[in-house]
């Protein structure tokens, strides 16, 4: 079973439709979520980090939250160039490997 | 700002050669990973190096070797290719310190005939 589920695995969204994505996790002791964006033919850029439940990160069209079950990236007014697949990856316990989701792929359409 | 460099960009290898991916930081950082990235699949840690000198296996090591050559530079290398190691290869690096975030390069394409 997963320790870091995703959801949805894909989405469209038309350009000015805002929606939100999901990163659900079963471990405990989280010490920290990132969020990572990557484009086709590239690697993941890193997003946000987030340490404790209410926590919120922005950026540009992007705001991630952090509940003590899961964390969402919402996406307001998309633009097309928003359209990658959006990856979340988390520490728990004494480790400092993260535990990647599998990812949401993210189209908008003009 | 190069970040972190890998080469080959695309390989294509027949069953049972060997090829060595190469990736170098130049972000001072002490962490190194490679990791495969198949369909479906997610991200998968191959090995790890949390230090020059020091290398540990992740979660899919079988079939792989590594060398932490340097603080810079942290090569993968594929003994006898597999076709079930075709994949997309990624090296990551990351500062010291709790709760740091990756930086990853642009990955290997790397198709096994």
Redesign the interface.
């Given at each position: 079973e997963d320790q870091v589920t995703q959801s949805p695995e894909a989405l469209r969204l038309q350009e000015g439709e805002s929606s939100s994505l999901n990163c659900s996790y079963t471990v405990s002791g989280l010490?920290?979520l990132?969020w990572?964006r990557q484009d086709p033919?590239?690697?993941?850029?890193?997003l946000f980090?987030l340490?404790s439940a209410g926590e919120e990160k922005e950026k540009e069209r992007l705001k991630a939250t952090l509940t003590k079950k899961e964390s969402f990236l919402h996406i307001t007014a998309p633009k097309p160039e928003d359209s990658a697949t959006y990856?979340c990856?988390l520490?728990q316990g004494g480790s400092?490997?993260?535990t990647?989701?599998?990812?949401t792929s993210l189209i908008v359409h003009p | 700002n190069a970040g972190?460099t890998q080469t080959p960009k695309f390989q294509v290898l027949k069953t049972g050669q060997s090829m060595t991916l190469q990736c170098a930081q130049d972000m001072n950082h002490n962490?190194m990973?490679w990791y495969r990235q198949d369909p479906?699949?997610?991200?998968r840690?191959i090995y790890?190096s949390?230090s020059e000198g020091t290398t540990d296996k992740?979660e899919v090591p079988n079939g792989y070797n590594v060398s932490r050559l340097n603080k810079r530079e942290f090569s993968l290398r594929l003994e006898s290719a597999a076709p079930s190691q075709t994949s997309v290869y990624?090296c990551?690096s990351?500062e010291d310190g709790?709760?740091?975030?990756?930086?990853?390069?642009?990955?290997t394409r790397l198709s096994i005939l």
């Open positions: 010490r920290g990132f990572y033919g590239k690697g993941p850029e890193f980090t340490y990856l990856a520490l400092y490997i993260p990647f989701g599998r990812g | 972190v962490s990973y479906g699949m997610g991200l840690l790890y949390a992740g990624f990551a990351s709790v709760n740091q975030p990756q930086h990853f390069g642009d990955g």
